[in-house]
Each structure stands twice: as C-alpha cells, then as structure tokens.
C-alpha cells in the first residue's frame, strides 16, 4: 500500500496542511475526540499510531532544519577564518561529517512521512453528530415509508424468474464475461435504456443538474481523491497501464474541481452523468449471486453536489428529493433510511439510503444511497473555494453524491412491482414516450 500511496501523492495529492486526508493538525489539538469518533466507526485506537508517526515526523524535522542550520553557520564560520587567515579544520570536519548525516536524515524524514501518509489515508471521514449508533445495518433508522405496496392475486415471482421469459439471458453473458453478467435483448433492452434516458432527463430538466460526459477510466489519484484508494483497491478493476474503471461516475464528476479554486458564487456546482460503472464485488461472495442485483457491469445517473460548508445540508436534502421523485414517478414504494456509523461508506459523514419494496423478494432493497462527505474529498483532491474578488480560499470544498438512480435495480423493481400473472410486465405511464409504444413487456 505504501508505495502505491506514494506514487498517487506524488502525482498531486498532499498531506495535512496542503490538502490531503485527515488535519493533522486536528489530530494533534484533539486526539480523544478523535479517536472517539473513529470508535464509532468501528476504528477505535486509530488516532494513536497516527500520533506517533507524526511525533516521529516531527522529531526528524526538527532534527534536519537543526543540522542544515548548523551546516550554514559553519560554511559562514569556515569563510570568515578563511577571511582571517585561521584555521578551519574542526569546521570543515564537522560540515564533511553533516554533509554525510543530513541524507540519512531527510531519507528518514520521507520515510517517517510515507508512514504518516498511509496511516492517514486509511482513515475514514469522521461521523456526523446526528448519525446514529452502530456497527452495522440493525443499527440503521428508518425515516420515513413512502407508497403502497402493490397487492397482487398471484404469488409474485422473483424478477429474475420473470425476466428470463422477457429477454435476460445469464447463460450467454457467462459465455462471455463469467458470472455477474447480464445480456438483455430485446423490449427488455429497451426498458433500461429508456430508464436511464429518464431519469437523466428528470435530473438535468427538472432538478437543474448539468449533465456531464466523463471519462470512464481514471488515473490513481482520482480515485485516491474520493476514497476508494488505498484502501479499497481490491473493488476496483485496473488495466495494464496502470488506471481504474471507475465504480461509480462521482469519481470522475467530483474530481472535475481537483487542485481547483472555485468562486463562491460558482457554488453548489450540480452535476450529474449516466455511464456505465463496473465493480469486482470482491467482499461480497454468494451475496446476490443470481439475477441483476449485484453486478460487475451496470449503468447508474449519478448526482454530485460540490459546495460550501453551508450548503451541505440543504443540499442533502436537495439531492435526496431528487433521487426520490424518481422513484415517486414510477410509482414504487420505498423508505429513507439514516445509516448508522459502522455501515457507511468510508469517505461519508451522513448517509441516507433509498430502499426500494421488492414484491418478489418480500423485501426492501437498496437503490440509492445519498452521502454527505463534508471536506473529506475536498481535502484528499485540494480542491479549494473562495470568495470572488478576494486573495485565498476560504476553505476545502464539501461534496455530496448520490444515485438518481441505479439503472439495474430499477429495472428489477419495476419487473417485480409492475408482474402480472400472466408474466407479462406493465410498463410505468412516465417510460411510455421512451419506449415507442410499447407499453408492456410480454413473454
């Protein structure tokens, strides 16, 4: 990890001060807070190693600026005896001897600093307050239920049961790529790309989010920049030359403002793309194994907000409105849950998941979560914002990201919720002029 870390560093990101990760100097003036906030996130003790690698750096600091200060005032020493006609030997000794010392030193100082920097980096954004306790999902609160559960005179089958007469074919997608794959043809094609051509639409028409095309593989320290590396490098697929498939578009959208200087005015910066995203699903062996819930490839409308410290709340409430009147449009059920502590995501501070009623698996189902990450990216990407006219920043940007929504488990909610008997699918009133007349999907 570290050199990895090191070379990601190297190519833009910076510690403590600069930008990059957790304050040090937060760390220093409030260690027990500190630590007791990464307690609830399931990292209790964190802070201490993290304190003694900076006492380390620190020390050596100390240690190099006092032998290059010492080195200088022998060179002025050595000149002035020269100057004088006296003798200079023990100076020049010490300065051969120093000369010798200070690499050794300053080697040490970088490695003391990669310590720091890999044990910072690992550390997840700090809880909000009003998250809850816990350490996994039974710790989450449900906030409110929204819809009806639809009623059916017919035991409801599980989607993938029911796609696999409308056109889903898992066996030839294994032929292809393996397991986690899926091949959909005809009409059923058609739906999920009138979903996704949808709620594009509604985000960028209705909810005023500029759509942006992004790349869809990124460098390193992209993906440093939002929380995925170091740490998370196992769920990413990497190519030969070194860049990453992007999980999710808030890795390319949120590092748009890297190393950036944004006036405040500029502020919240709304953007939104569809794209395809791709994750190894490393952690979750024989989770979701069948179907269209979990896999490798699937396309998503991502929401970013980037703003100031400020705006942040409203515009968590903003992005979770926008993400649910989707849901709203296309008449599923569905509940806001806050998540606790332990079951957010590393870069997150507040976490509002969108749970959608699943008939055929007589369960709620996550579709979107909606996170609040405070300046936890924007100090990992030194992404900066000012006031226009004036010297400066004011400070690290704040991000928010969210789906608004994932294509594939929409689709599946809509193939579980909008079943007939007869294993056909009713089409959602609100897809119609996305589907060219059809209005069902039929067997």
Not at 22 to 31: G, S, Y
Not at 73 to 88: F, V
Not at 200 to 216: C, F, K, N, S
Not at 296 to 311: P, R, W
Request: aromatic fraction near 6%.
């Amino acid at each position: 990890m570290a050199s990895m870390l090191a070379a990601i560093l190297a190519s833009g990101a910076r510690l403590g001060d600069s930008g990059a990760m957790h304050d040090i100097k937060l760390i220093r003036a409030e260690p027990a807070a500190f630590d007791a906030a990464l307690a609830r996130r399931g990292a209790a003790g964190a802070a201490a190693p993290a304190m003694a690698a900076d006492a380390r750096l620190r020390a050596l600091q100390t240690e190099v600026q006092a032998a290059l200060a010492r080195r200088n005032e022998l060179s002025r020493a050595i000149g002035q005896a020269r100057g004088k006609g006296e003798d200079a030997t023990d100076a020049m000794a010490e300065v051969a001897e120093l000369k010798t010392r200070i690499p050794v030193l300053e080697a040490e100082e970088r490695e003391a600093q990669a310590v720091l920097e890999t044990l910072l980096a690992a550390l997840p954004n700090l809880p909000a307050a009003d998250v809850p306790e816990g350490i996994d999902e039974t710790g989450n609160v449900v906030v409110r239920e929204h819809g009806e559960k639809p009623k059916f005179a017919f035991l409801p089958l599980e989607h993938d049961a029911v796609a696999a007469r409308l056109g889903y074919d898992p066996e030839a997608a294994a032929r292809i790529a393996g397991a986690r794959f899926a091949v959909l043809k005809g009409p059923l094609a058609r739906l999920q790309r009138a979903l996704g051509q949808y709620m594009i639409d509604v985000q960028t028409e209705v909810h005023g989010y500029a759509e942006t095309a992004v790349p869809l593989l990124v460098r390193g320290e992209a993906a440093f920049g939002t929380g995925q590396l170091p740490k998370f490098e196992e769920d990413l697929f990497k190519t030969t030359d070194g860049r990453y498939l992007i999980p999710t578009a808030e890795v390319s959208l949120t590092n748009l403002v890297r190393d950036g200087l944004i006036d405040e005015d500029q502020l919240p910066l709304r953007l939104t793309a569809l794209t395809p995203c791709f994750r190894s699903e490393a952690g979750s062996a024989g989770r979701d194994t069948k179907g269209l819930i979990r896999q490798h490839q699937f396309e998503k409308v991502e929401l970013v907000s980037i703003c100031t410290a400020d705006q942040a709340a409203t515009e968590h409430g903003y992005m979770l409105r926008a993400a649910e009147a989707i849901l709203e449009n296309l008449g599923l059920a569905y509940r806001r849950v806050l998540l606790c502590a332990g079951d957010m995501g590393f870069a997150a501070r507040k976490t509002f998941d969108l749970e959608v009623w699943l008939p055929g698996q007589n369960a709620w189902r996550e579709i979107s979560s909606i996170s609040d990450c405070g300046d936890f990216q924007g100090r990992r990407m030194n992404a900066r914002w000012k006031v226009r006219g004036e010297k400066g920043s004011k400070g690290h940007v704040n991000t928010l990201n969210g789906s608004g929504l994932a294509v594939g488990r929409t689709l599946v909610a809509i193939i579980e919720n909008y079943q007939q008997a007869d294993g056909s699918v009713q089409i959602p009133d609100v897809l119609h002029p996305y589907m060219n007349g059809i209005t069902e999907l039929r067997p």
